[in-house]
């Protein structure tokens, strides 16, 4: 997260200077080496920031909130796991309510 967010400053910065898209990614590519961005997402950015976009911070995306992993859910999982250590991962959704990608 911390390296595309740099990224992201990248590129807002060389759409700063007037760079074109053509001329970041080589730059980036240089710059970051395996841990780039794609050209898709560079493009996008690109783009965004070129339209006036400010903020270099991704948008929220639907889906399960992050907050399923709070200190209370895990002391939930681990009470359960203690009462009986023969439960599967597929159960403890089912005592607990959350999702079991967690």
């Known amino acids: ?6 990224q992201r400053m990248a590129i807002k910065f060389c759409v700063k200077l007037e760079k074109s898209a053509a001329e970041t990614i080589p730059m980036l590519k240089k710059a970051f080496g395996v841990d780039c961005l794609s050209d ?10 070129a339209e006036g976009r400010e903020n270099v911070k991704g948008e929220n995306r639907a889906g399960w909130p992050s ?8 002391k939930r999982v681990r009470g359960l796991l ?7 991962v597929r159960c ?10 967690l």
Do not use: G
């Open 1 to 6: 997260m911390q390296r595309s967010l740099e």
């Open 40 to 49: 898709r997402q560079i493009l996008r950015w690109h783009k965004a920031f």
């Open 67 to 74: 907050t399923s992993s709070s200190d209370d859910n895990v």
């Open 82 to 88: 203690i009462t009986d250590r023969r439960l599967s």
């Open 92 to 101: 403890c959704p089912l005592f607990t309510k959350l999702c079991r990608s």
